[in-house]
């Protein structure tokens, strides 16, 4: 009967875990200017090219001083993030003739690109029950 009991508990648990829904929290950081402009994040998975592809999941949010926002129902794995502020409200990210950013953006591990476009191993991270939240600074 104990055996039983405790292979039912045991179900009953891996059942239950593999239903909960996975939050990734994430703050950014360095927002200097608020009034009415957005901030956009990108997640993205390994397979495609970071940061030009499609996202896998995206968002918008209203900018504030600091703010935290949440990706839910995420499987576990090694995702990387890139976001930028919209500082003139024209829903992307503006660049100058050299394809700098014009306007402030940060990518995951707070990678900060020299002369080149990050790759995705470059902002990589693994999302997990140990890694459930991450920072990114702004870069202006």
């Known amino acids: 009967m104990r055996i039983s009991f405790f292979a ?31 901030v956009f994040i990108g997640f ?4 495609g090219e970071f940061p030009k592809d499609q996202t896998y999941k995206g968002l918008a949010f209203e900018a504030r001083k600091e703010t935290e926002v949440f990706f839910a129902d995420i499987p576990y794995g090694t995702y990387a993030i890139a976001l930028y502020h919209d500082l003139n409200n024209n ?10 950013p014009k306007e402030p953006y940060g990518f995951s ?3 900060r690109p020299l002369f080149t476009v990050p790759t995705f191993r470059d902002c990589s991270f ?9 920072e990114i600074s702004l870069i202006h």
Not at 10 to 15: E, N, P
Not at 44 to 47: A, L, Q, S, T, V
Not at 91 to 100: A, M, Q, R, S, Y
């Open 91 to 100: 829903d992307k990210l503006d660049k100058n003739f050299l394809g700098i």
């Open 44 to 47: 993205y998975k390994p397979d």
């Open 109 to 111: 591990r707070n990678y």
């Open 126 to 134: 693994v999302f997990d029950d140990q890694n459930s939240s991450l």
């Open 8 to 38: 039912l508990a045991l179900l009953l648990a891996t059942t239950l875990n593999a239903n909960q829904n996975k939050r990734l929290a994430i703050v950014v950081k360095n927002i200097r200017q608020k009034d009415g402009h957005k």
